[in-house]
C-alpha cells in the first residue's frame, strides 16, 4: 500500500530520511505538472522567459524557485526517472496553454514558440536517451479498477500509467501535485511500495 510519508520530516529528520532514502534511489515517477515544471522551468531558466506565470492555477509551485528544489531534489537522491508517455502528452497540452496564457498576444509570439518548439525537441530527445518511457499494459488490474469502481472522473490516463507501472517496481516515488483520494470519503490509491511527493509542499521546504 502506499507509505504514509513526510516530505516536511525527510528534510529536517536524519533518522526519518535514511529510512525512506532507498525510495528516491530506485523509482522517481513524475507526474503530468512534475515534467511540466522541469519542461517550462528549464526553458525559462535558460531562455529568460517566464512561461511559468501562464498557468495561473498552479502559481504555488509552478515557478523558478519550486524547479530549482525540484531539479536539486532529484539530482541528489540520483533516483531513475521514468516518465510515461501518456505523462508526456497529457503535459504537453499543458506547457501550450501556459505559453498562450502567457505571451498569446505577445509581439514575438512567434519567435517565443520557434524558440520552444526547438528546445523541446532537444529536451524530448534528451529524456528519451536518459529515462525510459514505458508503455501501459492494458491487461494489468488499474483497468479493471477503472471498469469495476467507475474511477475515469478520478483519474486521468497519466496517472493511471503510473499506477500500472509502479505496481510494477518495489520503491517508487512519484512526483505530483495530487494526493489520489479516489472515494468521496477521502480513501487513498493503494500503490505498492510508493511513496507520494507532493510539489507545492516541496516548494515550501529548504533543501
Known sequence: ????????????????????KKYLKKNIFLDTFAFCLIILGKFDYTQKYNTLAGD??????????????????????????????????????????AI?????????????EGEFAD????????????????????????????????????FEIGELSIFVESDKCKYNAIITKDLYKKNKKGEYCNLQDTIIIQLNILSTISL
Request: net charge positive.
Open 1 to 20: 500500500m502506499t507509505v504514509e510519508f513526510s516530505l516536511y520530516e525527510f528534510c529536517k529528520d536524519f533518522r526519518y530520511r535514511r529510512r525512506f
Open 56 to 97: 495561473q492555477n498552479n502559481h504555488i509551485f509552478m515557478n523558478i524557485s519550486t524547479y530549482k528544489k525540484l531539479i536539486r531534489f532529484v539530482e541528489i537522491y540520483k533516483g531513475r526517472l521514468i516518465i510515461t508517455p501518456e505523462v508526456v502528452s497529457e503535459s504537453l497540452r499543458h506547457i501550450f496553454e
Open 100 to 112: 498562450e496564457n502567457k505571451y498569446g498576444f505577445a509581439s514575438n509570439k512567434k519567435q517565443i
Open 119 to 154: 528546445f523541446l525537441q532537444d529536451e524530448i530527445k534528451l529524456f528519451h536517451e536518459k529515462h525510459p518511457l514505458i508503455k501501459e499494459t492494458l491487461t494489468h488490474n488499474w483497468i479493471k479498477e477503472i471498469e469495476h469502481h467507475k474511477l475515469r472522473d478520478r
